[in-house]
């Protein structure tokens, strides 16, 4: 029987790190997510004292994966149309391929995306979910990694592609694949609490 995970609207946990307290992140996603790369690094930044806001083009529930079989299901918590950008401190962008895919399509989601590369809010994006920033236009000049089949599609925007389990540019957080999201999770709670003059330099 499948399960159904439900969120309240923004989540604050009660743990012991209270780093990112009083910081609000929108996760952004629809159907076609990667159940491990929405859950598991929401739960660190709310662990971390965040709150935690998973917008979405979709209403009601978006259907995660576990890469090619159906997962769980979630809450959208905020449509797009009445998401501000400026309500928010970081973006984060789970990965599975069909999530980013179906996502780069929308213009108020790319919109929503530019709005943050814009502003200099730290931006967080694992695996297929590059392929939303490529769509903004906003990943010129930035250096990033990504699932590898992303490669050729980043350099073509011009960004500087590199195989690693993370990378930290001015805020921007990018990894590869699951196995990274330890890695991933602890550079974007870092930049998170980084002034936004240091993340720049």
Do not use: Y
């Not at 309240?8 to 780093?19: A, L, P, V």
């Not at 790369?37 to 806001?53: H, I, N, S």
């Amino acid at each position: 029987m499948e399960q159904h995970a439900t969120t309240t609207q923004t989540k604050e946990s009660g743990g012991d790190g209270q780093k990112l307290k009083g910081k609000t992140v929108a996760i952004l996603a629809t159907d076609g997510v990667e159940q491990v790369e929405l859950t598991e690094p929401r739960k660190a930044l709310e662990q971390a004292g965040a709150k935690t806001v998973l917008v979405s083009p979709k209403s009601g529930k978006i259907q995660a994966f576990r890469h090619l079989d159906r997962g769980d299901t979630f809450d959208v918590d905020l449509s797009i149309q009445q998401a501000d950008p400026k309500a928010f401190d970081a973006l984060f962008l789970p990965g599975g391929a069909h999530n980013p895919d179906q996502l780069r399509t929308v213009p108020e989601v790319v919109e929503f995306v530019r709005a943050f590369a814009v502003t200099g809010k730290p931006v967080a994006a694992i695996c297929h979910a590059a392929w939303t920033l490529v769509e903004a236009d906003v990943v010129r000049g930035k250096t990033m990694t990504s699932w590898p089949s992303l490669r050729k599609d980043l350099e073509n925007a011009g960004a500087t592609w590199v195989d690693r389990d993370v990378v930290v540019d001015k805020g921007w957080v990018t990894s590869r694949k699951p196995a990274d999201i330890p890695a991933f999770v602890n550079k974007v709670i870092e930049e998170m609490t980084e002034p936004q003059h240091a993340r720049a330099h």
